[in-house]
């Protein structure tokens, strides 16, 4: 076996809302190319958590970081504030709770990301679009109508679509925030197939409601309550033997 | 049982009571402007032809006609939207998505309200005293449509801004989440999302704009004036000229208001008439907008 790198890490990450502590001396390891899932109970910090790492919270007023979080391999702090919040949103992409596509052409949602950065080159777009949405398992699906609109796809489609969006500019680490709330079984397993797939190229944080996945996919898991992080370890170990009673009690479902 | 029937038979009975209000009171307002219109037809309709859109002016009410007023309202009107739209619509943006909120920014938008309220003759005030004198722009078709531009600009604004705020958060999310600057999310996806409350905004502004008559008056509009402003495209070198913006004018309600002071019958008749044309156009204008409304919100729905 071989020794995992890790691809970020934070330490002591405290989070304030205002004069609201919203997360509480966070320390996690993110593995590279393996999926580690965020679990806790609503409101307890964990999407808090994920939006941190690709500085979601510049964008409102009043959100301060406190501590590090660590991008490797070159060791530059994330939340820093000399870090550019655009150059990292470049690095790490995110896809949402409901799908939010824009109201283009599949087309023009994929090459979105490529189009910031300034490609113009309509083979390259084409290539990457492709590429994207094969990557997505959308492409079968959507072939001949990708210049139709993304609003015209199914919840499950357009998910994988905000996927496809995600993908297009070759992220290092790909953010999930409970991608399949909004999305019935059948287009959760597909998501759930999807991101196991993806894993092989692309570190993945996901926070999700849904122990059962966080179980069924992730390799690693945390469990948050109350902004703080309870336990964080192997997957397998937090849902067979915790070493914390919290855990335990919250993924036997005695609270939730 | 009987109790019951009793009770939804009193709560049926109010129920029809509104009916009937309701469907009086919209009648009000409908009959009110059929008659306007009908009463208009019947006085100017036999009037209306070619000849009174191509005459100028003149003291033979038979021989008047409306060339200068509908040329100079829609001389002015250009103006107004060349000035208008640029600053209105960026101020919308500005404070939508750039603009800090701050007791700042409150204050900015406590003012843009209020601005919508001031009555028209005050900026015909402001723009006398600005235009005119200050900026020394003469009694022109600048001055006239900058004047109604400020008149105007609070309504484009406040229609910027409600078409932005209905744009969902999680669009904007979305494209910064990919590293978008704001600009490049403002050009990309907010001003593409809002462009049609934003010209339907500035259509309904338009359209009151064109009825406006006393800050015309006040920053000095003629009200008999048998010439049409320069034309644009000359046929020397450099084929265009702006000679134009700087003309005397007169616009269409300035127009009808010259002709219903006069003391003939026969210059009634063509009040009514190029009030009938005034209204064709405002009407008209109105149902662009809601036809933009309708066909935007075809294309982007949430």
């Not at chain 1, 953010?175 to 019935?184: K, M, Q, V, Y």
């Not at chain 2, 038979?62 to 107004?80: K, M, N, Y």
């Not at chain 2, 101020?91 to 998505?97: C, H, K, M, P, S």
Request: proline share 5%; aromatic share 10%; hydrophobic share 45%.
């Amino acid at each position: 076996m071989v020794a995992e790198t890790i691809k970020a890490q934070t330490k002591d990450l405290n989070f304030f809302y205002g004069p609201l502590q919203v997360l509480k001396k966070i320390n996690v390891s993110i593995p590279e190319k393996q999926v580690t899932a965020l679990i806790g109970p609503s409101g307890c910090g964990k999407t808090t958590l994920l939006r941190c790492f690709n500085r979601m919270h510049d964008l409102y007023p009043h959100n301060r970081y406190e501590g590090e979080i660590i991008l490797f391999p070159e060791n530059s702090n994330i939340i820093s504030p000399e870090m550019d919040p655009i150059e990292i949103r470049m690095r790490i992409s995110m896809v949402f709770q409901k799908p939010n596509p824009f109201p283009k052409s599949i087309y023009e949602n994929v090459a979105y990301g490529l189009r910031v950065r300034g490609v113009r080159d309509k083979s390259l777009l084409d290539e990457k679009v492709e590429k994207s949405l094969k990557d997505a398992a959308l492409w079968d699906e959507v072939r001949d109508r990708i210049h139709g609109l993304a609003f015209d796809l199914s919840g499950g489609q357009q998910q994988r679509l905000c996927i496809a969006r995600a993908l297009a500019t070759d992220p290092e680490i790909i953010l999930f925030d409970e991608p399949t709330s909004a999305l019935d079984p059948i287009a959760t397993s597909k998501i759930e197939e999807l991101i196991e797939e993806l894993k092989n190229r692309v570190t993945i944080l996901i926070v999700t409601h849904n122990m059962q996945q966080a179980a069924r996919i992730s390799d690693r898991t945390g469990f948050i309550m109350l902004g703080e992080l309870v336990e964080f370890d192997k997957t397998e170990k937090i849902f067979t033997a915790p070493s914390e009673k919290l855990t335990e009690e919250y993924i036997t479902g005695r609270f939730g | 049982m009987e109790d019951l029937k009793k009770r939804i038979r009193a709560n049926k009975l109010r129920n029809y009571l509104f009916l009937i209000i309701g469907l009086l009171a919209t009648l009000v307002g409908l009959l009110l402007l059929c008659t306007l219109l009908i009463d208009l037809a019947l006085d100017g309709a036999s009037r209306l032809s070619m000849k009174f859109l191509l005459s100028f002016p003149s003291r033979f009410p038979e021989q008047a006609g409306i060339l200068s007023a509908w040329v100079g309202s829609f001389l002015v009107l250009l103006v107004t939207a060349l000035a208008a739209i640029p600053l209105g619509v960026a101020t919308g943006i500005y404070l939508e998505e750039y603009g800090k909120k701050n007791w700042l920014t409150d204050i900015i938008e406590i003012n843009i309200a209020n601005l919508a309220g001031v009555p028209s003759i005050v900026y015909g005030l402001l723009a006398l005293g600005l235009f005119v004198y200050f900026l020394k722009l003469g009694e022109s078709i600048l001055t006239g449509g900058l004047t109604l531009a400020l008149l105007i600009l609070p309504t484009v604004i406040m229609a910027t801004r409600e078409a932005i705020r209905a744009i969902p958060n999680s669009i904007r999310e979305a494209s910064y989440a990919l590293g978008a600057t704001k600009w490049q999310t403002v050009q990309w996806h907010i001003i593409p999302y809002s462009t049609g409350g934003i010209l339907t905004g500035i259509i309904i502004g338009l359209s009151r704009a064109i009825g406006e008559t006393a800050p015309i008056i006040t920053v000095g509009a003629l009200t008999f004036i048998a010439f049409l402003p320069s034309p644009p495209l000359t046929p020397e070198f450099p084929y265009f000229s702006f000679q134009w913006l700087m003309d005397p004018f007169t616009v269409m309600p300035i127009q009808m208001f010259n002709w219903v002071s006069r003391p003939q019958k026969e210059f009634q008749l063509n009040a009514a008439a190029a009030g009938l044309i005034l209204m064709a156009m405002t009407l008209l204008m109105n149902g662009l907008a809601v036809y933009l409304r309708y066909k935007f919100r075809k294309r982007v729905k949430w």
